[in-house]
């Protein structure tokens, strides 16, 4: 995929960055614009811990809460239906609001809706630790979504900005395995902190404190501010018809399962259907006339973006997925509790630790295309080997189950961080805030549709064993349409 935005600038030429000099803020002229640097500055050495900070606590809040269920319910006398909206409370917050985030980066600067969400996020981790009945607990977490929707794309807009070459895919490298310890190692870590009975399922929220005071403290120094060249408006149309699309199009997904797919639930997809078809209009007739469109549809006349779109909805639809089945097979199927499950997780990690923090050099030698081919290809054949573990599971130990995780995480850690950046390659700098909303919002969304979808292969088997085979070929399905998808992706210098 060779594009402007890959080919060096000539000699005196300005690079193609937003990016600030430092990490204080540019004075802006006249018509709003930033002063363009006339060189990419080198990133300060604490963007990358400070950013992947919020990462990886995003992620853990993902994973962790499954372990604190039981607690959760011993403490509150919650009831299922409770304890489901404090798991998918979470997330579908996160759904709405990441591209009205990605927008207001944009307008207001990206390292300043950064620390807002950073600052809520922690706030919201104190509620959730202290919080006296279910309820508070549930609002909570909704919080918590909607601050790790204001970072979310903040962050894969500050790494898309701050960092060119090389320099950016150890940055991409970085933030994939930051993402997936989070998730490999979130019921892990959750298993360790209710075992020490600190605060028994409240530390697995309280833990975030420390955590995020001390990267809101180095927000300042450590990241530049960047923001779109025009200062976008916000399109409150835009965004009131986004929200509500995405509610009426994740809650069923999230809560349809579980309750057997009443009426109310098929109505909201087709509703959903509906305001995305809608909002898809209202964005290019905004775009057309030099509106100021949440979505910028510029962004679509790119092959490369739409198809990279398509190989994170591939790769999405899987993850969260895999990790619920797991869960399930482990705890019910076999038996283990929330430690023991957790310590299974470790085969994947340890697969996913080898290979992601050197995927930067693997993509430079073989190119991203290749890379992602080769995961996702690997990721298949762990599939099936698990596959083939659970049919001839038998008597045998739950440690057969290790060689196909270990590959399936071996695959995973050589396409997460490519895969992001393929989708983000080809978009100019000041279009970065708003790709990188629509981004996170198909890894979200993509997340609660491979729940919906994989939970009815799984729950529609009757035999633990059988349910989770027939779960794990139908991912590594998933894996070959991806591999396919990269297939089309054009070659990029």
């Not at 390292?111 to 959730?128: E, H, I």
């Not at 109505?267 to 006339?289: D, E, M, N």
Request: glycine share 12%; with cysteine.
């Amino acid at each position: 995929m060779s594009t402007a935005l890959d080919t060096p600038p000539p000699t005196g030429a300005a690079a193609p960055t937003e990016q600030a000099p430092g990490p204080t803020e540019q004075p802006s002229g006249p018509t709003g614009q930033s002063p363009a640097p006339t060189e990419q500055v080198p990133a300060p050495r604490g963007l990358l811990p400070v950013v992947l900070t919020a990462t990886f606590m995003t992620a853990l809040d993902t994973f962790v809460v499954n372990v604190a269920v039981p607690s959760v319910q011993a403490d509150l006398g919650a009831g299922p239906a409770v304890v489901q909206w404090v798991m998918a409370g979470f997330g579908l917050a996160i759904a709405v609001g990441l591209v009205t985030a990605g927008r207001l980066g944009d307008r207001y600067g990206r390292r300043r809706v950064f620390a807002l969400g950073l600052a809520l996020f922690t706030l919201a981790s104190a509620a959730c630790g202290l919080a006296p009945t279910a309820a508070a607990l549930v609002g909570g977490r909704v919080a918590q979504g909607l601050a790790a929707a204001l970072m979310g794309p903040q962050v894969l807009a500050i790494l898309r900005t701050a960092f060119s070459g090389p320099a950016q895919a150890r940055a991409f490298a970085r933030y994939g395995l930051t993402m997936g310890i989070g998730a490999v190692f979130g019921q892990l870590i959750g298993g360790l902190l209710i075992r020490a009975d600190l605060r028994g399922w409240r530390s697995c929220f309280l833990i975030n404190l420390p955590i995020g005071l001390a990267a809101l403290a180095a927000v300042r120094r450590c990241l530049p501010e960047s923001r779109a060249p025009q200062r976008p408006g916000l399109d409150p149309v835009g965004v009131l018809l986004v929200s509500v699309a995405l509610t009426a199009l994740v809650l069923p997904l999230i809560q349809g399962p579980g309750l057997h797919w009443p009426l109310w639930t098929v109505l909201c997809l087709a509703t959903a259907a509906v305001l995305l078809a809608v909002f898809a209009v209202h964005q290019h007739r905004a775009t057309t006339a030099q509106g100021t469109p949440l979505v910028d549809t510029r962004l679509f006349r790119s092959g490369a973006f739409r198809t990279g779109l398509l190989a994170q909805l591939a790769f999405w639809l899987g993850q969260a997925s895999f990790f619920l089945v797991l869960a399930l097979h482990l705890q019910l199927g076999r038996g283990l509790d929330a430690l023991g499950s957790g310590l299974v997780f470790t085969a994947i990690g340890l697969g996913y630790l080898l290979t992601s923090n050197a995927t930067h050099l693997v993509t430079a030698r073989l190119g991203e295309r290749r890379t992602i081919t080769v995961g996702g290809l690997l990721m298949a054949v762990g599939l099936g080997l698990l596959a083939l573990a659970a049919y001839d599971a038998g008597d045998a130990s739950v440690w057969w189950l290790a060689p196909g995780l270990f590959v399936d995480g071996f695959g995973m850690g050589l396409v997460i961080a490519p895969v992001t950046t393929v989708s983000l390659a080809a978009v100019e700098p000041g279009l970065a805030g708003a790709a990188a909303g629509v981004v996170a919002t198909v890894q979200q969304v993509g997340g609660a549709v491979g729940i919906a979808l994989i939970g009815l292969v799984y729950y529609c088997a009757g035999d633990p064993a059988a349910a989770f085979g027939r779960s794990v070929t139908a991912l590594a399905v998933l894996e070959l349409v991806l591999v396919g998808l990269v297939g089309l992706l054009p070659r990029r210098t």
